[in-house]
């Protein structure tokens, strides 16, 4: 009995916290002219209040088909987006999973200094590091390019210090047997490392995702021009006279995190408590 | 031989030189530029010893920004931190589904912040949906991100976003426990409630401050939702050093910024050797 009350209340909660995403569906299927008189209160500033139904009375695709044909911005910040998110993942891949084997299996001066190094770096907010970041960029002319967000992410240390301890669980022994078969350090890296790291540099490629598609401090900061923007910048200036629209914008948006987030769930959950698990 | 065997040594090196090289470019090397010009002028012309240190300690916008994030950080980490332990505990409780309704507490993780901006403009409108409910029981609404409820409607957003990142920690430590000790303390007739102060909440101390330190570092994450609800100039209970650090890096406050981003430095750097000194001395 007290586990069922127990599941009940787990349930509410669970929908309550997943009711944003029923919401902004809803709108997003919603007739322009159902969104307009729910909404009117506050497009005219009117007395009275927005009223609210989860299922639209008349469901339709238009605002998605008007997304499509009538919103050609809308195109560029999802290519930004796209575009960015992109490279910063495959050079975060380049960069980092080399230095993770390193920390977790080589022999570096000063490794333990240096890696405290990384961890510290990680734990420090945007804040502390934009100012560094805009000197170095000023002085390479990179501000209001991309390459002002995409380098700096690329150099992150937290994708270092997710697969570092992926890497650092595997076993001595299988590294020491390929080393009497004969294998050099980069076999070894490329042939062990690798695959049996792989949950970890998965994990840290979601991770990775979920925070480039929602870069906001950077852009804000590096990004003048707002034809550079990506989508996470540029959502939120859809006007509300263009509710359906930014209903159906806001959901093409959630769609490729909600893809990564479902397919690499397992991986994203190893990812997180490695995040937090014994050094 | 031992030539041979520098060159090896060397070439271990390499694996992380590009990232070291990397992390030098962009935040090392130029953060020492930083240290510089938080002791010059603006144009970083001339030494000016402690003066912008002074400036920003004297300066309005900089104790407000500063007591605001601080009070959110003291508010929002022990609720997310008691609430999601709460969760764990209960999921780990072999309840039927447990497995799925973790994956649908991480979900809020997986929304970008800019897709329920609009829900959120919509709810806490003054003539918004939260509004019209309570008009429904007679009470009196009001424009709600324009109040100091802003800064409570900040802690709530926080919490939803990383309530369930934290359950997989805990449930990550919770995990680790070896069943065998509860057994023994039933064998000693030792309750629930007994096993979970005395037994669980030990050993999950070590979890406890590496949770503390990744909670500290997502809530500076909360500037997202602050800015695009309420832009550059939000309402003073919510105006956090985040949005400061911003307005000033537009203005080119270069000389300001650098003091700041010292002293914000050095804050989180004491933060994490107290966090770490607290690790180790548990793990002894």
Same mark, same amino acid.
């Given at each position: 009995?007290?586990?069922?009350?127990?599941?009940?209340?787990?349930?509410?909660?669970?929908?309550?916290?997943?009711?944003?995403?029923?919401?902004?569906?809803?709108?997003?299927?919603?007739?322009?002219?159902?969104?307009?008189?729910?909404?009117?209160?506050?497009?005219?500033?009117?007395?009275?209040?927005?009223?609210?139904?989860?299922?639209?009375?008349?469901?339709?695709?238009?605002?998605?088909?008007?997304?499509?044909?009538?919103?050609?911005?809308?195109?560029?910040?999802?290519?930004?987006?796209?575009?960015?998110?992109?490279?910063?993942?495959?050079?975060?891949?380049?960069?980092?999973?080399?230095?993770?084997?390193?920390?977790?299996?080589?022999?570096?001066?000063?490794?333990? &200094?240096?890696?405290?190094?990384?961890?510290?770096?990680?734990?420090?907010?945007?804040?502390?590091?934009?100012?560094?970041?805009?000197? &170095?960029?000023?002085?390479?002319?990179?501000?209001?390019?991309?390459?002002?967000?995409?380098?700096?992410?690329?150099?992150?240390?937290?994708?270092?210090?997710?697969?570092?301890?992926?890497?650092?669980?595997?076993?001595?022994?299988?590294?020491?047997?390929?080393?009497?078969?004969?294998?050099?350090?980069?076999?070894?890296?490329?042939?062990?490392?690798?695959?049996?790291?792989?949950?970890?540099?998965?994990?840290?490629?979601?991770?990775?995702?979920?925070?480039?598609?929602?870069?906001?401090?950077?852009?804000?900061?590096?990004?003048?021009?707002?034809?550079?923007?990506?989508?996470?910048?540029?959502?939120?200036?859809?006007?509300?006279?263009?509710?359906?629209?930014?209903?159906?914008?806001?959901?093409?948006?959630?769609?490729?995190?909600?893809?990564?987030?479902?397919?690499?769930?397992?991986?994203?959950?190893?990812?997180?408590?490695?995040?937090?698990?014994?050094? | 031989?031992?030539?041979?065997?520098?060159?090896?040594?060397?070439?271990?090196?390499?694996?992380?030189?590009?990232?070291?090289?990397?992390?030098?470019?962009?935040?090392?090397?130029?953060?020492?530029?930083?240290?510089?010009?938080?002791?010059?002028?603006?144009?970083?012309?001339?030494?000016?010893?402690?003066?912008?240190?002074?400036?920003?300690?004297?300066?309005?916008?900089?104790?407000?920004?500063?007591?605001?994030?601080?009070?959110?950080?003291?508010?929002?980490?022990?609720?997310?931190?008691?609430?999601?332990?709460?969760?764990?505990?209960?999921?780990?409780?072999?309840?039927?589904?447990?497995?799925?309704?973790?994956?649908?507490?991480?979900?809020?993780?997986?929304?970008?912040?800019?897709?329920?901006?609009?829900?959120?403009?919509?709810?806490?409108?003054?003539?918004?949906?939260?509004?019209?409910?309570?008009?429904?029981?007679?009470?009196?609404?009001?424009?709600?991100?324009?109040?100091?409820?802003?800064?409570?409607?900040?802690?709530?957003?926080?919490?939803?976003?990383?309530?369930?990142?934290?359950?997989?920690?805990?449930?990550?430590?919770?995990?680790?426990?070896?069943?065998?000790?509860?057994?023994?303390?039933?064998?000693?007739?030792?309750?629930?409630?007994?096993?979970?102060?005395?037994?669980?909440?030990?050993?999950?101390?070590?979890?406890?401050?590496?949770?503390?330190?990744?909670?500290?570092?997502?809530?500076?994450?909360?500037?997202?939702?602050?800015?695009?609800?309420?832009?550059?100039?939000?309402?003073?209970?919510?105006?956090?050093?985040?949005?400061?650090?911003?307005?000033?890096?537009?203005?080119?406050?270069?000389?300001?910024?650098?003091?700041?981003?010292?002293?914000?430095?050095?804050?989180?750097?004491?933060?994490?050797?107290?966090?770490?000194?607290?690790?180790?001395?548990?793990?002894?």
């Amino acid at each position: 009995m007290k586990k069922i009350i127990i599941l009940v209340l787990l349930i509410i909660l669970a929908i309550l916290i997943c009711s944003p995403i029923l919401f902004m569906l809803g709108g997003s299927i919603m007739g322009n002219s159902e969104l307009s008189s729910y909404l009117s209160p506050v497009l005219d500033n009117k007395s009275g209040f927005v009223h609210w139904s989860l299922i639209p009375n008349y469901p339709t695709l238009r605002s998605f088909v008007a997304l499509l044909l009538d919103s050609p911005e809308f195109f560029v910040m999802f290519w930004n987006s796209i575009k960015m998110t992109l490279i910063i993942l495959i050079g975060q891949l380049i960069i980092s999973v080399p230095a993770a084997w390193g920390f977790a299996r080589l022999k570096i001066p000063y490794k333990n &200094t240096l890696f405290n190094l990384y961890v510290i770096l990680m734990l420090m907010p945007f804040q502390v590091t934009m100012l560094s970041n805009y000197l &170095t960029l000023d002085k390479l002319n990179l501000m209001n390019t991309q390459y002002s967000i995409i380098l700096p992410a690329i150099f992150s240390t937290f994708p270092v210090f997710i697969i570092h301890r992926f890497f650092c669980s595997i076993p001595v022994s299988i590294i020491e047997a390929s080393k009497l078969d004969g294998a050099n350090k980069f076999q070894v890296f490329l042939m062990i490392g690798i695959p049996l790291g792989s949950a970890g540099i998965v994990s840290a490629m979601i991770l990775g995702f979920l925070e480039s598609w929602n870069l906001i401090e950077q852009p804000l900061a590096f990004l003048e021009d707002k034809t550079l923007w990506p989508l996470s910048l540029y959502l939120p200036n859809i006007g509300l006279e263009l509710a359906g629209i930014a209903f159906a914008a806001s959901i093409v948006a959630i769609v490729p995190s909600l893809l990564i987030f479902f397919g690499g769930q397992e991986h994203l959950e190893a990812g997180i408590a490695a995040s937090a698990l014994k050094e | 031989m031992n030539k041979n065997r520098n060159w090896k040594q060397h070439t271990d090196v390499l694996f992380i030189l590009p990232s070291l090289l990397g992390v030098s470019i962009f935040v090392l090397i130029p953060f020492l530029d930083v240290i510089k010009r938080s002791f010059q002028n603006v144009t970083g012309e001339n030494f000016v010893a402690i003066k912008n240190y002074s400036t920003i300690f004297h300066n309005r916008a900089f104790l407000l920004a500063s007591g605001n994030t601080l009070k959110f950080i003291a508010i929002c980490i022990p609720l997310l931190i008691l609430f999601s332990l709460i969760l764990a505990v209960v999921l780990k409780e072999k309840i039927p589904g447990a497995k799925l309704l973790k994956r649908v507490f991480l979900i809020p993780m997986a929304i970008p912040v800019a897709s329920i901006v609009l829900l959120w403009r919509l709810v806490f409108h003054e003539h918004g949906i939260l509004n019209g409910v309570l008009a429904g029981f007679s009470v009196q609404g009001q424009d709600w991100m324009n109040t100091n409820a802003a800064f409570t409607i900040l802690v709530g957003s926080y919490i939803w976003k990383n309530i369930g990142y934290n359950i997989i920690l805990w449930l990550a430590g919770l995990g680790a426990i070896p069943e065998a000790i509860y057994e023994a303390a039933r064998v000693d007739g030792a309750g629930w409630w007994k096993s979970f102060v005395y037994i669980t909440l030990p050993i999950l101390k070590p979890t406890l401050y590496r949770i503390t330190t990744l909670a500290f570092l997502n809530s500076f994450k909360v500037f997202r939702e602050a800015y695009l609800v309420a832009g550059s100039y939000p309402h003073d209970s919510i105006y956090l050093l985040q949005h400061l650090f911003n307005n000033w890096f537009r203005e080119l406050s270069l000389d300001k910024m650098s003091a700041a981003a010292v002293v914000v430095a050095i804050v989180i750097f004491i933060f994490i050797i107290i966090m770490k000194k607290a690790l180790d001395k548990q793990e002894e």
